[in-house]
C-alpha cells in the first residue's frame, strides 16, 4: 500500500507485531472458525492484544464477505466478513487488512475478531 503518515503526526502511538507464542484458535457457537500455528499478536497503545490469523486458516463456509469496510490512519482500509452457520449470523464479526499501510505488513490477508462475538484459544 503505502507507509502511513499518521505515526509521524502521533509519535506516542505504538503498535507492535510479534509472533503469537502458541497456536490459537476462533470458536463461534461450536464452530472452530479459524485455527493457526502462525497467528500474529498485534499490540496496539493501550488495547488489550489481538490475534491475527492468516485467512488460509479459516474455514471459508463460517465467512460471509460483506459490504462493510472502515479506515485505520495506522493500519488502513479494513473489509469485513459475517459469521453464519445455518441460522446464526453474527455480522462484520471478523475483519482482514488486505493491503495494510507498510508498516503493519505483517498482518496483510489475516483476519481478526472481536473478542466479544467469539472465543478465542491459545494453547497453554
Same mark, same amino acid.
Given at each position: 500500500?503505502?507507509?502511513?503518515?499518521?505515526?509521524?503526526?502521533?509519535?506516542?502511538?505504538?503498535?507492535?507485531?510479534?509472533?503469537?507464542?502458541?497456536?490459537?484458535?476462533?470458536?463461534?457457537?461450536?464452530?472452530?472458525?479459524?485455527?493457526?500455528?502462525?497467528?500474529?499478536?498485534?499490540?496496539?497503545?493501550?488495547?488489550?492484544?489481538?490475534?491475527?490469523?492468516?485467512?488460509?486458516?479459516?474455514?471459508?463456509?463460517?465467512?460471509?464477505?460483506?459490504?462493510?469496510?472502515?479506515?485505520?490512519?495506522?493500519?488502513?482500509?479494513?473489509?469485513?466478513? &459475517?459469521?453464519?452457520?445455518?441460522?446464526?449470523?453474527?455480522?462484520?464479526?471478523?475483519?482482514?487488512?488486505?493491503?495494510?499501510?507498510?508498516?503493519?505488513?505483517?498482518?496483510?490477508?489475516?483476519?481478526?475478531?472481536?473478542?466479544?462475538?467469539?472465543?478465542?484459544? &491459545?494453547?497453554?
Amino acid at each position: 500500500m503505502a507507509r502511513s503518515t499518521a505515526f509521524d503526526q502521533h509519535p506516542n502511538h505504538t503498535i507492535e507485531i510479534e509472533p503469537a507464542e502458541r497456536p490459537v484458535r476462533v470458536v463461534w457457537h461450536g464452530h472452530t472458525v479459524a485455527e493457526s500455528q502462525r497467528a500474529m499478536k498485534l499490540l496496539e497503545g493501550s488495547y488489550p492484544p489481538v490475534f491475527y490469523l492468516p485467512i488460509r486458516d479459516a474455514n471459508p463456509a463460517l465467512l460471509q464477505r460483506t459490504a462493510h469496510s472502515t479506515h485505520c490512519p495506522f493500519k488502513g482500509d479494513a473489509s469485513y466478513y &459475517s459469521l453464519r452457520s445455518g441460522d446464526d449470523l453474527d455480522e462484520n464479526a471478523v475483519w482482514v487488512y488486505q493491503d495494510p499501510f507498510d508498516q503493519v505488513e505483517a498482518i496483510r490477508d489475516h483476519i481478526a475478531f472481536y473478542a466479544d462475538r467469539v472465543t478465542i484459544e &491459545s494453547e497453554a
